[in-house]
């Protein structure tokens, strides 16, 4: 069934006071979150977005009546003689007859010639995509992120919900192109402002954490775009990832983010360590520590503009990697992205190795092993388990009959242990019970019985009443004790 049976015709409401019918062509896209994508007739540069909540209409009005008055200086460029929108910003108003905002034109954005920029990030969607492997690319791409952020911020906007996924860049040109517009956090007149409506978990600032989207601004932005640039000049790596110290203690990464678990600055992490590849320590100086100041507590966060001008710096002063042509690198210290494959390299061919050696059980390859071979290992690991249960039992009978005869065995020595007075026994009591309880833990990762611990904790009681009943008998306990109250 068709979607659009006839073609509907809307006013348009251009910024400078123009007024103009439009009538929609076939629908380009139609899983947009607020509205769906349309071609407009005979103006192949312009498509029409028109919103799915229409009751909205009245609040969808004025944040576009914002955005036209106040639209960032963002002009298409031209390169080689092909024009490359960056911004789909809306440039007119759509009503309908009855007067309803149904939502905006905007400029066309050539999606088939632009790729998402996480897919920038990981060299095997790269190759898969036929994106270049220049490093170059990958900053430029920073920058034009950074520009495009500098250029709205200079107007009061913020984009709020900043990820790799909501920005695309031309594939052979890396410049930037952002749709969505409507959805950022607009500057209105006489300090109006009309707020973003989405925000994303690992890009969400640590201070906003409490926030509502709606309440988020420019630090929200510089926190975001620091992620963004961090991820293109380090191969993909999230700055709050990384290899935990415990195993055991595996938090997400926003949840690393609150805590500022940021494991590549001047002062090591308590809860991660760097990501074994990562290309940090090849960066320039002030690069790192402008990482520091956005990804640090109690920094000032660098602004898109100083981003924008340290990455032009970045951009104009690169050294030429001698080894391989898509390479260049920074500072002193030499080709990182080199020194990073190098190590991959290294780490492959060692777990390759390893691999191809044969495993062995009991001095014999798994290769050779026949079913027989396992039946017999089988039956011997099971006697064997016999044997230690046997011993087991013999071992507790032993154990009991030992601290039941406890009191005679000490008979012979009991002036010399009394002789060293009541507190010392118990010291020496207390000595016993310690070391009988680590004894009796340390067998139990042996001898199977031993391994309940009901049981254990049954042996070291008897053993502690016995040496207590011991104590009593050889001190006479209760007799001095009721002389006392004479």
């Known amino acids: 069934m068709d979607l659009q049976p006839q073609p509907v015709i809307y006013n348009a409401l251009y910024a400078d006071g123009k007024f103009a019918k439009i009538r929609l062509g076939k629908i380009l896209n139609r899983g947009g979150a607020a509205g769906r994508i349309y071609e407009v007739e005979n103006q192949p540069q312009i498509v029409a977005k028109i919103f799915h909540n229409l009751a909205k209409s009245n609040a969808n009005r004025k944040k576009l009546e914002a955005m036209l008055v106040n639209a960032p200086n963002f002009p298409p460029t031209i390169k080689d003689g092909v024009e490359y929108v960056q911004i789909a910003w809306p440039i007119a108003i759509l009503e309908d007859e009855k007067g309803f905002c149904v939502g905006y034109l905007m400029p066309l954005i050539n999606m088939d010639k632009a790729v998402s920029l996480d897919h920038l990030m990981q060299k095997s969607i790269r190759q898969k995509l036929g994106l270049s492997e220049k490093y170059s690319y990958r900053i430029f791409a920073a920058y034009n992120v950074a520009s495009m952020v500098c250029a709205l911020h200079q107007c009061g906007h913020y984009i709020v919900d900043l990820k790799p996924s909501n920005v695309s860049v031309y594939r052979d040109t890396m410049i930037v192109a952002m749709v969505d517009c409507d959805g950022f956090s607009i500057q209105g ?93 090849y960066f320039d100086k002030k690069t790192l520590d402008m990482f520091d100041r956005a990804f640090m507590c109690g920094q000032e966060r660098p602004t898109a503009r100083e981003w924008l001008n340290h990455l032009w710096y970045l951009l104009h002063n690169l050294k030429q990697c001698k080894q391989n042509p898509n390479h260049v690198y920074f500072t002193s210290k030499g080709c990182g992205l080199c020194a990073t494959e190098e190590k991959l390299a290294h780490q492959l061919s060692k777990v390759k190795q390893e691999s191809a050696e044969p495993q062995k059980v009991r001095g014999l390859e798994l290769s050779e092993i026949s079913s027989e071979e396992v039946a017999r290992h089988k039956a011997e690991l099971e006697q064997e388990n016999k044997r230690l249960k046997q011993w087991t039992l013999v071992g507790i009978c032993l154990y009991l009959l030992f601290f039941g005869a406890l009191h005679f065995l000490l008979l012979p020595y009991k002036e010399a242990l009394t002789g060293l007075g ?48 011991v104590f009593i008998s050889l001190n006479h306990l209760p007799a001095d004790l009721f002389s006392l109250t004479e």
């Open 422 to 469: 009541i507190g010392l026994q118990l010291v020496i009591m207390l000595m016993i019970m310690i070391g009988l309880n680590k004894f009796l833990n340390n067998l139990s990762d042996k001898f199977p019985y031993l391994q309940n611990r009901a049981l254990l904790n049954m042996l070291l009681v008897y053993a502690i009443i016995c040496m207590i009943v």
């Open 189 to 281: 007149e006489h300090g109006t402002r009309y707020p973003a409506e989405f925000v994303s978990e690992e890009y969400i600032y640590p201070e906003g954490m409490d926030l509502n989207c709606s309440e988020m601004g420019e630090e929200q932005d510089k926190f975001a775009l620091a992620v963004i640039i961090f991820r293109l000049l380090n191969n993909g790596i999230h700055p709050f990832t990384g290899v935990p110290r415990k195993n055991n203690d595996m938090l997400t990464v926003q949840q690393r983010i609150e805590d500022y678990h940021y494991a590549y600055g001047s002062w090591l992490d308590k809860y991660q360590a760097p990501h074994p590849y990562s290309l940090h320590d």
